[in-house]
């Protein structure tokens, strides 16, 4: 019932940037957190930057931080991702995800988007 919806990924050249932005729909719901994953061919999907939507809290992985900015809107129950100073390496299909809170494990992340791409080309 709950849906994710990413969007602005795209081809973009190193050292460029993109905005990301994971919006939700259908079933309201009460958020504890949400966050950001990536998933390169062939390999396991990564944590990318987690906010705590109440406190604003916003956490990330160490390859991104101090280039991605994670931000939310609290009335859109939307997420963004702003994405700076990108790197080959961070091509990959990104997603979007949800802990809804008091539904299932705190913590853990109960809804996932389908993703968007994003390339950085040298």
């Known amino acids: 019932q709950v849906r994710l919806v990413e969007s602005g990924g795209g081809l973009v050249q190193a050292g460029g940037s993109l905005r990301l932005s994971c919006a939700a729909s259908?079933?309201?719901?009460?958020?504890?957190?949400m966050g950001w994953f990536r998933q390169a061919p062939g390999k396991e999907r990564e944590f990318v930057a987690a906010?705590?939507?109440?406190?604003?809290?916003?956490y990330y992985a160490d390859s991104v931080k101090g280039r991605f900015t994670i931000s939310r809107d609290n009335a859109k129950t939307t997420m963004y991702l702003q994405m700076n100073s990108l790197k080959p390496e961070d091509t990959a299909v990104y997603y979007c995800?949800?802990?809804?809170?008091?539904?299932?494990?705190?913590?853990?992340?109960?809804?996932w988007g389908q993703g968007t791409q994003v390339t950085v080309s040298s």
């Open positions: 259908g079933r309201t719901f009460s958020t504890y957190a």
């Open positions: 995800a949800a802990d809804e809170l008091r539904l299932g494990v705190p913590g853990e992340y109960d809804h």
């Open positions: 906010i705590r939507w109440t406190t604003g809290s916003a």
